[in-house]
C-alpha cells in the first residue's frame, strides 16, 4: 500500500484532497482515510472510491494530519476482511459526511463582469426587490434618493413599482474600503456611491459592474465631458455622475458684517491665504474668555475629515501650475517622492497646522456641521452647502455669502464629484441599471438638485437653472470650475493615496512635523501602488 502525500507529483498531485476534506474522522476508535482505487499502475476496472481503515501502525491506528490518496493493488484489495454490514452503515455515513463539508468548504467566486456577455437576465420578478444601496451618510442626498425612488416606481405604468431600496450609510472616510471589502467578501450590494477619482480603482480592481454597452450616445451626451471621463477607466464606463463640484469661501454675513469684514466679490478678487488668515481671527469670538471659541474663524472643508478634496488644496495652490508640487504625483500615476512631499507642500501644510496651532481660527478636533449651526464664520465648500442650510433653517433664513477661494500661489479647486456604481455581486441587474438610469437622468438630476443644490452633471438641467445664470447666487461656483477647477489625480492608486494624505494631515493638525508626513506618506503609498505600474501605458 503505497501513500501519495502533499509532495506528489504528475497524475497523483491531481488526485489529492488538496486539505479541503476532514483531516480523520473516527468511528469506532478507529480514523478513516480517503483511499483511491486508480493508482498509477492499477487496473482500469478499479476506478471507484471507497473507504478502507488505515492499518495499525507501531504506536497504534494511524490518524494522519491529512486526508491520504492510497493507491491499492487488486491482490491487496482481495485479501480484505469482508466488513462487517453494521461496519458498512458506519462508512456510508461518514461518507456523506465527507460530503457535506467539501460542499460546506467551497467558496463559489463572485462573478466579475468584463462585458455584456455576463449581464444577468432577470426573467420578471416573483415579488418584491430591494436594491441594496452602500452610501455616505447624509440626510439631503439620502431625501434626495427616497424621491428619486418614488418616481422611478411611476415609470411606464408601474413597470419598477415593485423595486425598493435599503440603504447602509457610513462616513466619508469609512466608505471607500467598505466597498471594496465588501465585494471581495460577496456581500450582496446592489449599488454604491462612488467618488469620481476613485472609479479608476474600482475599475482596475474589478470591484464594478461596466456600463459602456448599457447607454446609448444621446445618454452619454447628457452629462458633461469631464464627468464621463472621471467615470471612466481604459475606454470602460463604469458609471454615470451625479453631480459635479467646486469648493469656495461661503460666509455667514451676520458674522462678517458684525465684524466690520468685507470678503472680495468674484473669484478674480479673491483673497490671499494671508490676507485671509486676518479676516478669520477678526471673526473667532471667545466671548467668555476660556480658551474655546463660541464662534471659529474657519472650517476649511467639509464635514469632520481631511480628505484630499479640499485639504490637497493647500498643496496645490503653494506650487505653479506644470509644477511637481501642483501635480502632487508623476505622471506615471505611481511616483510619489518628490511630487507631494516638495518643500512647498510642506510650508503649506505647515500653514494648515498653523490655523489651528498658532491662529487658533480653526478647532484641533473638527466638529459637525460647525457652519450650518453658527459656530464658524467661514467654511470652504461646495455649494451643496445651500441644501443643508436650506433644510436646517428653511429657504432664506441663513444669511450667506460666498467669495473666491483663498490661495498661495495659485487659485484652484478640484472638480468631480459622486457617481453611481453597480457592484458584480447584484443579483439583480436589471433592476440596479434602470434605478442608475433614471437617476441619473436629467428628470432625476433635478429631483437631487431640489434637496442638494450642488453643480449639476447634466447639461440641460444646468442651463435650465436661473442660480447659474449671469447674476445668480451660485453663479460663482460655475466661473471658478471653469477658470481654474482641476480633477484630483487621476490612478487606480487615488483611494490609497486619499487614505494616507487623509492620514497625514489629520497628525499635521495636532502638531505633527509636515514634512516628515508627507515624506513617510510618499513612501508608503509607492510601495502600496507599485501594484498599478503601467496602468495608463
Same mark, same amino acid.
Given at each position: 500500500?503505497?501513500?501519495?502525500?502533499?509532495?506528489?507529483?504528475?497524475?497523483?498531485?491531481?488526485?489529492?484532497?488538496?486539505?479541503?476534506?476532514?483531516?480523520?474522522?473516527?468511528?469506532?476508535?478507529?480514523?478513516?482515510?480517503?483511499?483511491?482505487?486508480?493508482?498509477?499502475?492499477?487496473?482500469?476496472?478499479?476506478?471507484?472510491?471507497?473507504?478502507?481503515?488505515?492499518?495499525?501502525?507501531?504506536?497504534?491506528?494511524?490518524?494522519?494530519?491529512?486526508?491520504?490518496?492510497?493507491?491499492?493493488?487488486?491482490?491487496?484489495?482481495?485479501?480484505?476482511?469482508?466488513?462487517?454490514?453494521?461496519?458498512?452503515?458506519?462508512?456510508?455515513?461518514?461518507?456523506?459526511?465527507?460530503?457535506?463539508?467539501?460542499?460546506?468548504? !467551497?467558496?463559489?467566486?463572485?462573478?466579475?463582469?468584463?462585458?455584456?456577455?455576463?449581464?444577468?437576465?432577470?426573467?420578471?420578478?416573483?415579488?418584491?426587490? !430591494?436594491?441594496?444601496?452602500?452610501?455616505?451618510?447624509?440626510?439631503?442626498?439620502?431625501?434626495?434618493?427616497?424621491?428619486?425612488?418614488?418616481?422611478?416606481?411611476?415609470?411606464?405604468?408601474?413597470? %419598477?413599482?415593485?423595486?425598493?431600496?435599503?440603504?447602509?450609510?457610513?462616513?466619508?472616510?469609512?466608505?471607500?474600503?467598505?466597498?471594496?471589502?465588501?465585494?471581495?467578501?460577496?456581500?450582496?450590494?446592489?449599488?454604491?456611491?462612488?467618488?469620481?477619482?476613485?472609479?479608476?480603482?474600482?475599475?482596475?480592481?474589478?470591484?464594478?459592474?461596466?456600463?459602456?454597452?448599457?447607454?446609448?450616445?444621446?445618454?452619454?451626451?447628457?452629462?458633461?465631458?469631464?464627468?464621463?471621463?472621471?467615470?471612466?477607466?481604459?475606454?470602460?464606463?463604469?458609471?454615470?455622475?451625479?453631480?459635479?463640484?467646486?469648493?469656495?469661501?461661503?460666509?455667514?454675513?451676520?458674522?462678517?458684517?458684525?465684524?466690520?469684514?468685507?470678503?472680495?466679490?468674484?473669484?478674480?478678487?479673491?483673497?490671499?491665504?494671508?490676507?485671509?488668515?486676518?479676516?478669520?481671527?477678526?471673526?473667532?469670538?471667545?466671548?467668555?474668555?476660556?480658551?474655546?471659541?463660541?464662534?471659529?474663524?474657519?472650517?476649511?472643508?467639509?464635514?469632520?475629515? !481631511?480628505?484630499?478634496?479640499?485639504?490637497?488644496?493647500?498643496?496645490?495652490?503653494?506650487?505653479?501650475?506644470?509644477?511637481?508640487?501642483?501635480?502632487?504625483?508623476?505622471?506615471?500615476?505611481?511616483?510619489?517622492?518628490?511630487?507631494?512631499?516638495?518643500?512647498?507642500?510642506?510650508?503649506?501644510?505647515?500653514?494648515?497646522?498653523?490655523?489651528?496651532?498658532?491662529?487658533?481660527?480653526?478647532?484641533?478636533?473638527?466638529?459637525?456641521?460647525?457652519?450650518?449651526?453658527?459656530?464658524?464664520?467661514?467654511?470652504?465648500?461646495?455649494?451643496?452647502?445651500?441644501?443643508?442650510?436650506?433644510?436646517?433653517?428653511?429657504?432664506?433664513?441663513?444669511?450667506?455669502?460666498?467669495?473666491?477661494?483663498?490661495?498661495?500661489?495659485?487659485?484652484?479647486?478640484?472638480?468631480?464629484?459622486?457617481?453611481?456604481?453597480?457592484?458584480?455581486?447584484?443579483?439583480?441587474?436589471?433592476?440596479?441599471?434602470?434605478?442608475?438610469?433614471?437617476?441619473?437622468?436629467?428628470?432625476?438630476?433635478?429631483?437631487?438638485?431640489?434637496?442638494?443644490?450642488?453643480?449639476?452633471?447634466?447639461?440641460?438641467?444646468?442651463?435650465?437653472?436661473?442660480?447659474?445664470?449671469?447674476?445668480?447666487?451660485?453663479?460663482?461656483?460655475?466661473?471658478?470650475?471653469?477658470?481654474?477647477?482641476?480633477?484630483?489625480?487621476?490612478?487606480?492608486?487615488?483611494?490609497? %493615496?486619499?487614505?494616507?494624505?487623509?492620514?497625514?494631515?489629520?497628525?499635521?493638525?495636532?502638531?505633527?512635523?509636515?514634512?516628515?508626513?508627507?515624506?513617510?506618506?510618499?513612501?508608503?503609498?509607492?510601495?502600496?501602488?507599485?501594484?498599478?505600474?503601467?496602468?495608463?501605458?
Amino acid at each position: 500500500m503505497s501513500t501519495l502525500g502533499r509532495g506528489a507529483r504528475g497524475p497523483a498531485a491531481n488526485r489529492r484532497c488538496q486539505g479541503l476534506c476532514p483531516s480523520s474522522i473516527h468511528a469506532h476508535r478507529r480514523f478513516w482515510s480517503w483511499v483511491t482505487m486508480t493508482g498509477l499502475n492499477a487496473p482500469r476496472a478499479l476506478t471507484t472510491t471507497r473507504l478502507v481503515a488505515a492499518g495499525p501502525t507501531r504506536k497504534g491506528w494511524q490518524t494522519g494530519a491529512h486526508c491520504r490518496l492510497v493507491r491499492v493493488s487488486p491482490g491487496i484489495l482481495q485479501k480484505r476482511r469482508i466488513l462487517s454490514m453494521k461496519t458498512w452503515k458506519v462508512l456510508a455515513v461518514l461518507m456523506l459526511l465527507c460530503a457535506a463539508v467539501l460542499a460546506a468548504c !467551497t467558496v463559489a467566486p463572485v462573478p466579475m463582469p468584463a462585458d455584456d456577455s455576463m449581464a444577468m437576465e432577470d426573467e420578471g420578478p416573483s415579488g418584491p426587490v !430591494t436594491l441594496k444601496f452602500l452610501a455616505l451618510a447624509d440626510d439631503d442626498q439620502l431625501n434626495a434618493w427616497r424621491e428619486i425612488l418614488a418616481e422611478f416606481q411611476q415609470l411606464n405604468d408601474g413597470e %419598477y413599482s415593485y423595486v425598493e431600496l435599503e440603504f447602509e450609510t457610513i462616513p466619508f472616510r469609512e466608505l471607500f474600503p467598505k466597498i471594496e471589502s465588501s465585494v471581495a467578501v460577496g456581500l450582496p450590494w446592489d449599488l454604491f456611491q462612488a467618488d469620481g477619482p476613485d472609479m479608476k480603482h474600482y475599475g482596475f480592481n474589478r470591484v464594478i459592474w461596466p456600463l459602456t454597452d448599457h447607454f446609448s450616445d444621446e445618454e452619454m451626451a447628457q452629462w458633461f465631458p469631464q464627468s464621463i471621463e472621471e467615470g471612466s477607466f481604459r475606454d470602460q464606463f463604469l458609471g454615470p455622475p451625479i453631480m459635479q463640484s467646486c469648493s469656495l469661501l461661503m460666509y455667514n454675513k451676520d458674522f462678517t458684517d458684525a465684524a466690520g469684514i468685507s470678503p472680495p466679490v468674484g473669484i478674480e478678487n479673491a483673497w490671499t491665504m494671508e490676507e485671509a488668515v486676518a479676516a478669520w481671527q477678526d471673526t473667532t469670538v471667545d466671548e467668555n474668555g476660556d480658551g474655546v471659541p463660541e464662534v471659529w474663524g474657519l472650517r476649511w472643508g467639509q464635514g469632520t475629515w !481631511t480628505g484630499d478634496y479640499e485639504h490637497g488644496i493647500f498643496r496645490r495652490s503653494n506650487g505653479e501650475i506644470g509644477s511637481a508640487t501642483y501635480a502632487g504625483m508623476g505622471e506615471d500615476g505611481v511616483t510619489f517622492q518628490g511630487y507631494l512631499d516638495t518643500d512647498e507642500a510642506a510650508e503649506a501644510m505647515q500653514f494648515y497646522q498653523d490655523l489651528h496651532q498658532t491662529y487658533k481660527v480653526s478647532p484641533v478636533e473638527a466638529i459637525p456641521e460647525i457652519f450650518e449651526s453658527r459656530q464658524a464664520a467661514f467654511m470652504v465648500t461646495p455649494d451643496n452647502r445651500i441644501g443643508a442650510l436650506n433644510r436646517i433653517h428653511g429657504e432664506g433664513n441663513f444669511n450667506w455669502g460666498v467669495s473666491g477661494i483663498p490661495y498661495f500661489k495659485t487659485p484652484v479647486c478640484h472638480t468631480g464629484s459622486w457617481h453611481y456604481g453597480i457592484s458584480p455581486n447584484t443579483q439583480h441587474f436589471e433592476e440596479a441599471l434602470e434605478f442608475v438610469r433614471y437617476a441619473s437622468s436629467d428628470a432625476g438630476a433635478r429631483i437631487w438638485y431640489k434637496h442638494v443644490r450642488q453643480l449639476p452633471a447634466n447639461i440641460g438641467l444646468f442651463n435650465e437653472l436661473d442660480e447659474y445664470s449671469e447674476d445668480g447666487n451660485q453663479r460663482v461656483w460655475l466661473d471658478a470650475m471653469n477658470s481654474f477647477g482641476i480633477p484630483r489625480i487621476q490612478t487606480p492608486g487615488y483611494t490609497e %493615496y486619499q487614505q494616507l494624505f487623509a492620514e497625514a494631515a489629520g497628525n499635521i493638525v495636532v502638531g505633527a512635523d509636515p514634512k516628515e508626513q508627507l515624506s513617510a506618506a510618499a513612501r508608503r503609498l509607492e510601495g502600496l501602488v507599485a501594484k498599478y505600474t503601467g496602468w495608463n501605458n
